[in-house]
């Protein structure tokens, strides 16, 4: 399964961006997609993730600021990211997470969010 990641790019305090991800499989349902991010020198953290379901998680310095949606058919994650701030700056990985006999971690390529202050 490869996962293909768009949607980063510079932006400033206070804007906007949406990020989107696409997996490459269509004969079932992934069950948890989701993002996390990496600034330099820190480890990779949680942002948000969804279930096949809808259920969704959210990291506690984005709750209220970003949203995450899927379109389950087609196996597309979407990360809407509001109210930006610097230190939201970082590499953000799209992953999913499926049950297989036994849980598969998959991983996109990465994508650079830029917040100027």
């Known amino acids: 399964v490869q996962l293909q990641a768009s949607g980063g790019g510079l932006v400033q305090a206070g804007g906007s961006l949406r990020l989107s991800c696409s997996a490459s499989v269509v004969d079932f349902s992934i069950n948890y997609m989701g993002w996390y991010r990496q600034s330099p020198g820190q480890e990779r953290e949680l942002v948000a993730t969804i279930t096949s379901g809808g259920g969704t998680n959210y990291g506690d310095s984005v709750k209220g600021r970003f949203s995450i949606s899927r379109d389950g058919i087609k196996n597309s994650v979407y990360l809407q990211m509001n109210s930006l701030r610097p230190d939201d700056t970082a590499v953000y990985f799209c992953?999913?997470?499926?049950?297989?006999?036994?849980?598969?971690?998959?991983w996109g390529q990465g994508t650079q969010v830029t917040v100027s202050s």
């Open positions: 992953n999913g997470r499926h049950y297989k006999e036994s849980w598969v971690n998959y």
